[in-house]
């Protein structure tokens, strides 16, 4: 998205409703909790968001930091569901 922000594909007013206040409320709680950084807590809080709406979401992260905070979120995390069936 910021990408695309700064090759002018929307305006500056486009790019800030791109987050809804919910999200961006819940950004800054995890930011501030998981310690990550803005645009992680965007995404994670955007995922859980998505999660509220719909069933059985999958969440992909790379970063430990940002793994480990997805451990309290209502989502599934990719991998994740193969280390449930090895421990079963």
Same mark, same amino acid.
């Given at each position: 998205?910021n !990408? $695309?922000?700064?090759? !002018? @594909?929307?305006? *500056? +007013? /486009?790019?800030?409703?791109?987050?809804?206040?919910?999200?961006a409320?819940r950004?800054?709680?995890i930011? +501030?909790?998981?310690?990550?950084?803005? #645009? *992680?807590?965007? $995404?994670?809080?955007?995922?859980?968001? #998505?999660?509220? $709406?719909?069933e059985? &979401? $999958?969440? =992909?992260?790379? @970063? /430990?930091? =940002?793994?480990?905070?997805?451990?309290?979120? &209502?989502?599934t =995390?990719?991998? !994740? *569901?193969?280390?449930? *069936?090895? +421990?079963?």
């Amino acid at each position: 998205m910021n !990408r $695309r922000f700064s090759q !002018r @594909d929307f305006t *500056e +007013e /486009e790019h800030r409703g791109a987050v809804s206040n919910l999200v961006a409320y819940r950004a800054g709680e995890i930011s +501030e909790f998981h310690a990550l950084k803005g #645009f *992680e807590a965007v $995404r994670l809080a955007s995922a859980v968001r #998505f999660a509220e $709406r719909f069933e059985d &979401p $999958r969440f =992909l992260a790379c @970063d /430990e930091r =940002l793994t480990k905070a997805t451990q309290g979120a &209502p989502l599934t =995390l990719y991998g !994740r *569901e193969a280390d449930v *069936e090895h +421990e079963a």
